[in-house]
């Protein structure tokens, strides 16, 4: 079973910032929290990971509680091509068995 | 550019055939991924390779089985398929213990069994 627990759905209007919760309120000390997301019709697609801190990179900025209970994914400025299913997953490095749970289906409205 | 495909994007069989789904990946990966994915129950890891002739088996292997023969090739086999397995599959592949864990995905085959 997935560790994770994300909304479905959530829309966000173009050119604000999407902020995509995520709760992990299980997860150990030296698991990571990874985001990828999928885009209609194409596989998924890595976007950001951190463990502690916060991280930021061109796609995203990924901020993580001081209890690693939980985190936000947060994009930007969202554009209509960030229409796609975000999903947070929570492990250890060295197993490299994901768990994709069911994501959040994010909705940028014109 | 890393690149991981499928042999088709769309495939249409009938109830009993035998389905081969083919995966080739070229970025020289050590681990390699079948899923599928369903309309509400999110992906789910079907079977999974670490090396060359090693399989695992993930969630839901029932009906499947696997062959990794080479490593750049991983193959999914439906020995005879059925409606059930109507559904989406999506390969992906990785290499183990890099700082950053990423698994990359082809673009998917949407099979329709009748």
């Known amino acids: ?110 | 550019d890393v690149k991981v495909t499928q042999s088709s994007r769309y495939l249409v069989k009938r109830t009993g055939e035998k389905v081969f789904l083919e995966c080739v990946q070229d970025m020289d990966h050590e681990n390699m991924f079948w899923y599928r994915q369903d309309p509400g129950l999110g992906l789910r890891l079907i079977y999974f390779s670490y090396d060359v002739k090693m399989k695992e088996k993930g969630d839901i292997p029932e009906g499947y089985s696997v062959s990794r023969e080479k490593k750049e090739r991983f193959s999914l086999i439906l020995e005879s398929a059925s409606t059930n397995q109507t559904s989406m599959y999506l390969c992906a592949s990785s290499r183990p213990g890099q700082g950053r864990y990423e698994q990359y995905f082809g673009p998917g085959t949407r099979l329709t069994v009748t």
């Open chain 1, 1 to 110: 079973d997935a560790k994770t627990t994300q909304p479905p759905s959530m829309d966000c209007a173009e050119g604000r910032a999407a902020n995509l919760p995520c709760n992990h309120s299980t997860i150990s000390g030296n698991e990571y929290v990874y985001w990828y997301r999928q885009i209609h019709s194409q596989g998924p697609q890595y976007i950001i990971h951190g463990l502690k801190n916060n991280e930021t990179n061109e796609m995203a900025s990924l901020i993580i509680t001081e209890d690693r209970k939980s985190s936000t994914l947060i994009l930007p400025h969202a554009t209509l091509r960030d229409t796609a299913v975000y999903y947070c997953i929570v492990f250890m490095n060295r197993d490299d068995k994901i768990i994709f749970g069911k994501g959040t289906r994010l909705h940028i409205l014109p």
